[in-house]
């Protein structure tokens, strides 16, 4: 698909924006309040990854800010350190590897992250954000918002804190959440009112209702406890008090470039984790560049650590909610960080009406998206070797966290493919290439996820106007990732390119189907040995058909 111009879906985009920054706000505070830092560090690093971040990155649905994943990393480092100051050294220090990272092209990582183990995150994100939220919705705040870990700050767990919830239901908070939901799912069906964003409707129905409450002096009426709660500024120069700068003095501190270099990497990780995500989740199934991505993270990372800011990374629950609510360019992103930039600054008192129940019902709405039932029929209809590394991931993540369940996941994934046959997922015949011969990629008897990254780069690299025969009649077993690479380049890629793809010897289980008619043009190139088979080395390949 070609590139969207930034404003060609002006209307959907700033919408969606709108909403994004809504969730964003209670997120930035809670994960600055959960990693022990001042809660203005949370907004700081929100308006980075959205307006430094969204402007640089390639991706066009990613959310970028403050993460979940982090707030260990960022408490056990301010606590190490007694001062923020220092930390913010180590924040910048972080930036600058990330950016060396992205311009070494590191990115290429993400290539081998397996799609099974990626819905896995999706769907165990989706779960959690269910867990977290439900106690919000009902009215009861004792774990902050932002805190994604399964071991809660205060003591629960993310089911026990279910049963706590039910000794403190508020009836106040809990009116108001199923009224919101009503409204995030009913609003779009009533003719001429759909153009209003149905969350944003949401939320002032819910502010409205609890003014209504705390006006008539009804017990219905929510504490300030379960409101938002921005820092108020009392003028422009207290405003600009809250930013802060890191402290060089500590360059020298060896804890500083340690603690620098696992926020570059844990930050790095669950960057390229998300946006293969948001790329998973994106309806126009777009690829976005993750070197691109490794140097705008960087940056983002440089510029937060000099304001005062906690280290940002992309993050799959804005990033899901943006895509769920219309966003198809980064201008969704840049304006989400643009209201949080100017909401903080001038109408903070305003936002801190807002009552969480609110925010809560729209974050229940998006989880529920990402972890249907039948996500999970999905991927137990495509075989053992896609649900069981699917399925632990799941469990894993919720159980644990994001880190330590994908990397439960790949263990599984590589085990299961280890005992099969990994051999070269294609062969190669050396022949010089003419223009309007046809390339022929002959297939392994077994392709793994571990073969996705030089089949997905060989693809990539085919000349227009070219025809390319993807011959599977030796195969037995293809990964589904292959598949889908596969299948994107037939349905997207080639079309752009003008490449016509022949699909010979795929079996019936792969659902990939085989074409049925070729031409007589196509089989006499066929026949006359103007083919060549393609190898598994890329770089071979280059230069075989003369594009390096």
Not at 425 to 451: C, H, M, P, W
Request: aromatic share 8%; with cysteine.
């Amino acid at each position: 698909m070609s590139r969207q111009s930034l404003f060609s879906n002006l209307k959907g985009d700033l919408s969606a924006g709108l909403v994004v920054f809504l969730i964003a706000v209670p997120l930035c505070l809670g994960i600055a309040l959960a990693s022990g830092a001042p809660l203005f560090a949370g907004m700081i690093a929100g308006i980075v990854g959205g307006i430094v971040v969204g402007s640089l990155s390639g991706s066009q649905l990613s959310v970028s800010g403050p993460a979940a994943g982090l707030t260990a990393v960022v408490l056990t480092a301010i606590t190490k350190f007694g001062v923020f100051d220092i930390f913010l050294l180590a924040v910048v220090i972080g930036g600058i590897m990330q950016l060396a990272l992205g311009l070494v092209k590191a990115g290429i990582v993400a290539n081998y992250f397996p799609s099974n183990v990626i819905k896995g995150m999706l769907t165990a994100i989706g779960i959690i954000i269910i867990l977290k939220q439900l106690p919000h919705a009902f009215g009861y705040d004792a774990d902050s918002e932002g805190d994604f870990a399964f071991i809660q700050i205060d003591g629960d767990n993310s089911f026990t804190a279910l049963l706590s919830t039910l000794n403190h239901i508020h009836l106040g908070a809990t009116l108001i959440t199923l009224v919101s939901i009503g409204i995030i799912l009913y609003w779009n069906k009533i003719p001429k009112l759909g153009a209003i964003p149905a969350p944003l409707v949401a939320v002032l129905v819910g502010v409205g209702m609890n003014a209504l409450f705390i006006a008539t002096g009804s017990v219905l009426a929510v504490a300030p406890s379960h409101l938002v709660s921005l820092p108020v500024a009392k003028d422009f120069s207290s405003f600009i008090g809250q930013f802060s700068l890191p402290d060089f003095s500590a360059i020298t501190n060896k804890d500083v470039w340690i603690v620098g270099a696992t926020i570059a990497i844990v930050a790095s990780i669950e960057t390229l984790l998300n946006l293969e995500a948001t790329d998973k989740l994106d309806p126009l199934k777009r690829y976005s560049s993750p070197n691109r991505e490794l140097k705008a993270q960087g940056i983002g990372n440089i510029i937060s650590g000099m304001l005062g800011g906690l280290p940002v990374t992309s993050v799959i629950v804005r990033s899901s909610a943006n895509i769920n609510s219309g966003a198809r360019t980064r201008l969704s992103t840049i304006a989400h960080g643009s209201l949080l930039l100017v909401c903080t600054a001038l109408i903070p008192s305003l936002l801190n009406k807002i009552p969480l129940a609110t925010l809560a019902a729209v974050l229940l709405v998006t989880g529920y998206k990402l972890c249907k039932i039948s996500i999970f029929k999905e991927m137990f209809k495509n075989g053992k070797y896609q649900w069981v590394p699917f399925l632990v991931t799941v469990i894993a993540i919720v159980f644990t966290d994001l880190l330590i369940g994908i990397a439960l996941g790949m263990a599984v994934s590589v085990i299961a493919i280890l005992r099969g046959n990994i051999r070269s997922s294609y062969f190669f015949r050396k022949e010089k290439y003419r223009t309007g011969d046809s390339i022929i990629l002959e297939l392994a008897q077994e392709v793994s996820f571990l073969n996705k990254a030089s089949i997905l780069l060989t693809l990539d690299h085919m000349p227009e106007n070219s025809t390319v025969v993807i011959d599977a009649s030796k195969t037995t077993y293809i990964d589904f990732d292959v598949l889908e690479t596969i299948r994107e380049f037939k349905d997207v890629k080639a079309v752009q390119k003008n490449i016509t793809v022949i699909l010979t010897g795929f079996r019936d289980e792969y659902r990939l189907p085989n074409t049925e008619n070729i031409s007589p043009e196509h089989q006499q190139k066929i026949a006359s040995g103007h083919v060549h088979t393609i190898t598994g080395n890329h770089e071979q390949l280059l230069k075989e058909l003369q594009l390096n």
